[in-house]
C-alpha cells in the first residue's frame, strides 16, 4: 500500500522565520509528488516534482525532491501570518490518483 | 481562468437520505477524482473518470456510486446516509490528454448528515 508520511505534524513559528516541511514517500510505480496548501478550503496547487535534484521555485516557497532517498522539502523563508495553513504533501503512482500525507499545519504568529 | 465547479457548495441531509453531488472540471480537462476528507483528516480518494469511464476505484462505500457525462462533468450520488459521510467533499481535475501530472481541486461541497 502507498504511504506518504509528512513532518512535522505541526509547526508555530514567528513571523520572519524559515520553515522546513518534511515528506518521504512509499509509492509504487512513482510518477510525481505535488505540494498543496489548505487552508479553510479546497487544497490549491503548489509544487510538481517529477526529477531529482531540481528545486522548483515560487517567491518565498520552494521544494525540491530526492527519489534516491524518497523524500521532499519545501521551505519557506521569510513567513509571513498568510502562511498559516495546512501543507498537504501527494504522490501519483501510474494511475495518477493521490494519495496524500496526513499533512504539516503550520502556524505563523505575528 | 476557469476552475473546477462544485454544487451545492453545502447540504444538509437526514440519515438514509440520498445525495447528488456535481462537478464540472475545468475547460478540456478529460479526468475527474473524487476525494472525501473528513474533519481533520487527509484527503481520501474516492474514485475517477478519465473519458466517461470508470478509471480507478479507492475506499468508495457500495452505497456511494458516480459517473462523468459526456460534457465531463461527473456526479456523486450517495444513498442510505450515515452520519460518518459528514465530510467535505472534493473534485479534482486533470488534463491526462495533455499528460499532466497537476490536479486542480474544485472548492467542495461540506455534506452534513444528521
Known amino acids: 500500500e502507498d504511504k506518504v508520511v509528512q513532518s512535522p505534524l505541526s509547526l508555530v513559528v514567528h513571523e520572519g522565520d524559515t520553515v522546513t516541511l518534511n515528506c518521504s514517500y512509499e509509492v509504487t510505480n512513482f510518477r510525481s509528488l505535488l505540494w498543496y496548501k489548505q487552508e479553510k478550503k479546497a487544497p490549491t496547487f503548489l509544487f510538481m516534482l517529477t526529477s531529482s535534484g531540481i528545486e522548483k521555485k515560487s517567491g518565498r516557497l520552494s521544494s525540491i525532491l530526492d527519489k534516491k532517498e524518497l523524500f521532499s522539502i519545501l521551505n519557506i523563508t521569510a513567513t509571513q501570518t498568510g502562511d498559516s495553513a495546512v501543507y498537504l504533501c501527494a504522490t501519483t503512482p501510474s494511475n495518477y490518483k493521490l494519495t496524500f500525507g496526513k499533512g504539516t499545519l503550520l502556524t505563523v504568529n505575528p | 481562468a476557469a476552475g473546477v465547479i462544485q454544487s451545492p457548495r453545502h447540504l444538509i441531509k437526514e440519515k438514509r437520505e440520498t445525495a447528488t453531488l456535481k462537478c464540472y472540471p475545468i475547460?478540456?480537462?478529460?479526468?475527474v477524482y473524487w476525494y472525501q476528507q473528513g474533519p481533520g483528516q487527509d484527503p481520501q480518494f474516492l474514485i475517477s473518470?478519465?473519458?466517461?469511464?470508470?478509471?480507478d476505484k479507492g475506499s468508495i462505500p457500495d452505497r456511494f456510486s458516480a459517473q462523468q457525462f459526456s460534457d465531463y462533468h461527473s456526479e456523486l450520488n450517495m444513498s442510505s446516509l450515515e452520519l460518518g459521510d459528514s465530510a467535505l467533499y472534493f473534485c479534482?481535475?486533470?488534463?491526462?490528454?495533455?499528460?499532466?501530472?497537476?490536479?486542480?481541486f474544485g472548492p467542495g461541497t461540506r455534506l452534513t448528515v444528521t
Open positions: 475547460p478540456r480537462h478529460d479526468t
Open positions: 479534482a481535475s486533470r488534463s491526462q490528454t495533455a499528460s499532466s501530472y497537476e490536479q486542480y
Open positions: 473518470f478519465y473519458e466517461k469511464m470508470q478509471s
